[in-house]
């Protein structure tokens, strides 16, 4: 019986009623609570945040407090723990069901098994799943998804559109066939501009998973830029955290429109460690009021509430997470983190070494940042642990390809301040308004010969031209390792390949700001 362990929904809102106070309006309002980019974090992460319990807690709390709540989420729900690495989907669909989550988006994680298997996930979802930039007539997910969903609270009509990335060049191309995308920019203003005109509805959301201010794409500050009719973007996939308490963060939330007005943008970060909430009153739509916003940290402080039908589903899959958890396989001096220099210099000093297992004559390796979703804690470590590391079902490949298709691709690693590289590779990026480019880039200490192929170690995603690096594709696969970069990485730590180098140790980026 679990309710020694329940508190009333009254005393759960005094936990945190100091952190999650109510900007009053007068009159009616819409409370909109918002997530992105939750990653199957299902219990809390390695730094103690997240976890859909401590924001049932949160959630439930603020339904019992207010009249009028709507949940919403904007993309990768999935990818980046056991959860997903064990039950490909399920339990994320499941759990925001119980979360009572009403309206949704795609990420482009939510492809990473592919389309065929997302459209039989989805059919555990309850939620309503919007794109209108997305036509998915011709895949398997036709007919479960629409342009946008209109609201009723109070008597004011609020519509909800759905807007994704461009697929090319961040999903593997076998994992959306059939999908025809749509330019982000004119699809949402027209179907905006619908909602206002002929729907006749008092705002618009854009639930959007296309970044906030992506290197050369367009992300929300522009879609926010060049729009009319959005009056609110709840934004994804580029891990933002918008906090308004914060100069620049109430900066990035409110940007101007096409006609000067002001549109929120908000963003809550990853991995469910903040709750995004935003309050609108109701009747000043239309006459300038301006919405309030807040960021709630999923912490601790909530872990003395359950609810018992969240807890009695968990207990289902938990055994097979605990197990993996607990599969001990090394030792790391220090703990390292995953946005780290250090681990990313050992991960890809690892594809390098696999590499020369299966291809001969490796001149470099390259890595993407993005590939590692969370760190190493110092002490012991599990097989799981690498597995919530580097969750993706990639395959280290070896790649014969032009030099001058290889400074392409660093130009684009330059992009991101410079991605993964080999012990013996080092680089510079220079970032300015016209994009970015790399300089002074070394290979075993002599520049790219563009006339000169290369052998380069890397993951089958990034050779198949993910992460925008689309100069590996006009390379020639020469091998691919026929086990998943995780169980490698596994084979590699428990039987000491790379002896002499524990885990980590190369504190130093290999990349370096060319202006300092």
């Known amino acids: 019986m679990k309710m020694k362990y329940w508190l009333p929904s009254v005393l759960v809102a005094a936990l945190f009623a100091g952190g999650c106070a109510d900007k009053a309006h007068d009159g009616e309002k819409l409370v909109i609570l918002h997530t992105n980019d939750t990653h199957s974090q299902i219990v809390p992460g390695n730094d103690n945040l997240g976890g859909v319990m401590r924001r049932k807690a949160i959630i439930d709390s ?18 980046g723990t056991l959860y997903f690495y064990l039950y490909g989907g399920k339990v994320e669909q499941e759990v925001m069901n119980i979360l009572g989550v009403e309206a949704r988006i795609l990420g482009n994680h939510e492809f990473d098994n592919g389309i065929d298997s997302l459209a039989a996930v989805l059919k555990y979802s309850d939620a309503e799943m919007l794109s209108a930039n997305y036509d998915l007539s011709q895949t398997p997910l036709a007919g479960r998804f629409k342009p946008y969903t209109i609201k009723e609270y109070g008597g004011k009509r609020i519509g909800i ?18 999908l025809e995308y749509l330019p982000i920019v004119a699809t949402a203003n027209l179907t905006a501009e619908k909602l206002k005109k002929e729907e006749k509805v008092d705002a618009v959301i854009a639930l959007t998973h296309i970044g906030y201010n992506p290197a050369g794409l367009i992300g929300d500050s522009m879609l926010a830029a060049n729009s009319r009719d959005i009056d609110i973007i709840i934004g994804g996939h580029s891990h933002d955290t918008i906090d308004p308490k914060t100069e620049n963060g ?56 359950t609810d018992s039908k969240l807890a009695d589903y968990l207990a289902k899959y938990s055994a097979g997470v605990d197990s993996l958890m607990t599969m001990w396989i090394g030792n790391a001096s220090h703990e390292l983190e995953s946005s780290s220099p250090e681990l ?102 002599k520049p790219i010969d563009p006339d000169r192929t290369y052998r380069v170690a890397t993951i089958d995603y990034l050779a198949k031209g993910g992460d925008y690096m689309t100069g590996l594709t006009r390379g ?41």
Not at 62 to 79: F, P, S, W
Not at 161 to 178: A, E, M, R
């Open 250 to 305: 109430a900066r990035r939330s409110r940007l101007k429109n096409l006609e000067g007005k002001d549109v929120l943008v908000v963003q809550t970060g990853k991995s469910g460690r903040n709750l995004g909430k935003i309050e609108i009153s109701l009747d000043s739509l239309g006459l300038g009021g301006t919405p309030s916003y807040e960021l709630i940290p999923v912490t601790d402080r909530y872990d003395a509430y």
């Open 161 to 178: 559109i759905g807007i994704n990335l461009d697929p090319n060049g961040i999903i593997s191309p076998d994992n959306f066939k059939g």
């Open 344 to 445: 990313l210099n050992y991960f890809t000093d690892f594809i390098y070494d696999s590499g020369s297992e299966i291809a001969p004559g490796i001149d470099l390796a390259i890595a993407n940042k993005g590939g590692l979703r969370s760190g190493i804690p110092a002490g012991k470590f599990s097989k799981g642990q690498i597995i919530n590391m580097l969750p993706f079902a990639n395959y280290v490949t070896v790649v014969d390809v032009k030099g001058k298709d290889l400074a392409e691709i660093f130009d684009v690693m330059a992009n991101t301040a410079g991605n993964g590289v080999s012990r013996n590779v080092t680089a510079e990026y220079d970032i300015d308004d016209d994009g970015a480019e790399a300089e002074n880039v070394r290979i075993n200490g």
């Open 62 to 79: 603020v339904r019992n407090a207010e009249k009028n709540v709507l949940l919403v989420d904007a993309g990768d729900a999935v990818q």
């Open 476 to 516: 020639k696969i020469v091998a691919t390792k026929k086990v998943p970069v995780y169980e490698d990485l596994v084979e590699y730590i428990t039987k000491g390949k790379g002896a002499g180098r524990e885990l980590g140790g190369d504190t130093q980026p290999r990349w370096k700001n060319a202006d300092k």
